[in-house]
T-cell receptor, first 114, second 110 residues
Framework: KAGVTQTPRYLIKTRGQQVTLSCSPI?????VSWYQQTPGQGLQFLFE???????NKGNFPGRFSGRQFSNSRSEMNVSTLELGDSALYLC?????????????FGPGTRLTVL | DAKTTQPTSMDCAEGRAANLPCNHS???????VYWYRQIHSQGPQYIIH???NNETNEMASLIITEDRKSSTLILPHATLRDTAVYYC???????????FGKGTRLSVIA
């Protein structure tokens, strides 16, 4: 079974631009979570989607948004990019939302904002 | 904020058991202990989780103290490929995301 895939793997943008990242979960998984990882703040939860509905949201500004499609694929968008948005963005999928089921992480998208 | 305390770093000789401690003194009765690891530049990888009984799988063993205030992840025969940052996380079974702390950087030395 294929793992979680994220595209693109690397991205360079300039301040003020917007960016869209994509995540395809493991087949059959219906929950997708997004995390941001920076050297200073570590791994931080952004949001979680299940059945096209946002179930949880972390403490990030409204410039960060996401959505999930009927096939469980998810996208996250960051508008008006700032230098501090440079990070590794990780997507994780799980079979269902909540429960004790494990989350499977993708390789991440490394975003650099210049 | 993370509800766990882990040593910043540890070394282990290749072939020996790696014992990674985690303190979670404020854990609630319905919170599970999860362990993930992150090898450099990769996404985190699930290792194991438990509630109150000791657990073992093909990767590791998880020992939880009787009062559940601490636990130890055991990699029985560490290899160089086990060099990674190991995260201990407590999480309620339900609608809560994973909250990562700073983890323990394990270096396996030949």
């Amino acid at each position: 079974k294929a793992g979680v895939t994220q595209t693109p793997r690397y991205l360079i943008k300039t301040r003020g631009q917007q960016v869209t990242l994509s995540c395809s979960p493991i087949s059959g998984h219906r929950s997708v979570s997004w995390y941001q990882q920076t050297p200073g703040q570590g791994l931080q939860f952004l949001f979680e989607y299940f059945s096209e509905t946002q179930r949880n949201k972390g403490n990030f500004p409204g410039r960060f948004s996401g959505r999930q499609f009927s096939n469980s694929r998810s996208e996250m968008n960051v508008s008006t990019l700032e230098l501090g948005d440079s990070a590794l963005y990780l997507c994780a999928s799980s079979l269902v939302a909540g429960g004790v089921n494990e989350q499977f992480f993708g390789p991440g998208t490394r975003l650099t904002v210049l | 904020d993370a509800k766990t305390t882990q040593p910043t770093s540890m070394d282990c000789a290749e072939g020996r058991a790696a014992n990674l401690p985690c303190n979670h003194s404020t854990i609630s009765g319905n919170e599970y202990v999860y362990w993930y690891r992150q090898i450099h530049s990769q996404g985190p990888q699930y290792i194991i989780h438990g509630l109150k009984n000791n657990e073992t799988n093909e990767m590791a063993s998880l020992i939880i103290t009787e009062d559940r205030k601490s636990s130890t992840l055991i990699l029985p025969h560490a290899t160089l490929r086990d060099t990674a940052v190991y995260y201990c996380i407590v999480r309620v079974s339900g609608n809560t995301p994973l909250v990562f702390g700073k983890g323990t950087r394990l270096s396996v030395i030949a």
